[in-house]
C-alpha cells in the first residue's frame, strides 16, 4: 500500500511544484495549466539541492507557495471522506485537511531527491468547451520506463484547479478512501484526526515504520 501511494504523491509534487508565480500560469486551459507547471517543475527540482537532499521545511514551503495555488486540496480530502465530510465541524474539516496535506509531504518527502531525468509525453486532450471537469492524459518516461500520468481538474471562478491524480490507474481519491473510512467507522472523526496528527508526530520524529 505505501507503495502504492509513493506514486500519486510524487506526481503531484512533481507536476505542481512550478517555480513560476501563479499569474503567470494560464489557469484558463486545463491542459496549458498542466504543461507549463511541469516544464517549470522539472527544471527548479534538478537543480535544487536541498529539495533533493528531503529538507523538509523547504518541501513544505514548496507544496504551500507552489502547488496549493492550483490545486483544491479541501475538495481532495472532501471526496475521501464521502459523506464522513459532512459529520465533522468546520474546524475539524480544516484540521484534517491540514493533517492529511502534511501527512503526504511527510511521508513522502524522499521521492522528490528522486527527480533527474524524467521526461513528460502528453496524450491528445479531448474535452468540449463547455466541460466543468476534464482529465489530462500523460506519460512520464522514467529511466526508460513509461508510468501513466492523469491529472483530474475542475473549473472554478479562478480557473481550473486539480482535484485528483491518477498513477497506473490508481487514483489518490480512491487509494486513501478505505483507510480513512474505517479510521472514522472504528472511532470517529475525531478519531480521524487523531490518527493523522498521530502519524505526522510519527514521521516528524522518525519514529514511524
Known amino acids: 500500500m ?3 501511494l ?6 503531484m509534487l512533481v507536476a505542481f511544484c ?12 486545463p491542459e496549458q495549466l498542466i ?11 534538478k537543480s535544487d539541492k536541498q ?16 502547488i496549493l495555488p492550483y490545486t483544491d486540496f479541501t475538495r481532495t480530502t472532501r471526496l475521501v471522506m464521502g459523506r464522513n465530510w459532512n459529520t465533522a465541524t468546520p ?13 503526504l509531504i511527510r511521508t513522502y518527502a524522499g521521492a522528490l531527491a528522486q527527480v533527474r531525468n524524467q ?3 502528453y496524450k491528445p486532450f479531448r474535452a468540449s468547451p463547455e466541460d466543468n471537469d476534464v482529465v489530462v492524459r500523460s506519460v512520464v518516461m522514467n529511466n526508460g520506463s513509461p508510468v501513466e500520468l492523469d491529472y483530474r481538474l475542475y473549473k472554478t471562478p479562478q480557473g481550473w484547479r486539480v482535484y485528483d491524480i491518477n498513477v497506473l490507474g490508481a487514483w489518490l481519491i480512491q487509494a486513501y478512501q478505505q483507510q480513512f473510512n474505517e479510521q472514522i467507522q472504528q472511532h470517529g472523526v475525531s478519531g480521524l484526526l487523531q490518527f493523522l496528527t498521530q502519524r505526522n508526530q510519527q514521521l ?4 514511524a515504520s
Open 2 to 4: 505505501k507503495k502504492l
Open 6 to 11: 509513493l506514486l500519486p504523491l510524487f506526481a
Open 18 to 29: 512550478g517555480s513560476a508565480s501563479a499569474q503567470s500560469v494560464d489557469a484558463n486551459s
Open 35 to 45: 504543461k507549463t507547471v511541469t516544464t517549470q517543475v522539472l527544471d527548479q527540482l
Open 51 to 66: 529539495i533533493q537532499s528531503g529538507n523538509i521545511n523547504e518541501i513544505t514551503k514548496l507544496v504551500n507557495e507552489k
Open 91 to 103: 474546524e475539524q474539516q480544516k484540521q484534517i485537511v491540514e493533517q492529511f496535506k502534511m501527512l
Open 119 to 121: 521526461t513528460i509525453q
Open 204 to 207: 516528524a520524529s522518525g519514529k
